[in-house]
Nanobody, 115 residues
């Protein structure tokens, strides 16, 4: 089992920045990839960014150049630095971990970007 706890969401004006953090605990040695997904009201959950254990990253086209995912394996943390935020980035952001074939999710943190 893996537990994930997110923090760092909030309300920000368009053009502003936020940093999300996700703390992993439990069977962390089984985790290979971690990432962030988001879900806006009435929309499907979508991948925002992911990072493998060795640091290979992947981003949704909509956030490339604005968001940066990073990982601290020693602290069992993954971060999402979000810059130049837009109202369309408003969503609940979920931390995700893939441990073998099993996905794990955090409880989600709300990010609201006002115009």
């Amino acid at each position: 089992q893996v537990q994930l706890v997110e923090s760092g969401g909030g309300l920000v004006q368009a053009g502003g920045s936020l940093r999300l953090s996700c703390a992993a605990s439990g069977n962390i040695f089984s985790i290979n990839a971690m990432g962030w997904f988001r879900q806006a009201p009435g929309k499907q959950r979508e991948l925002v960014a992911s990072i493998t254990r060795v640091g290979t990253t992947n981003y949704a086209d909509s956030v490339k150049g604005r968001f940066t995912i990073s990982r601290d394996n020693a602290k069992n943390m993954v971060y999402l630095q979000m810059n130049s935020l837009k109202p369309e980035d408003t969503a609940v952001y979920y931390c995700h971990a893939l441990a073998g074939p099993y996905p794990y999710w955090g409880q989600g943190t709300q990010v609201t970007v006002s115009s």
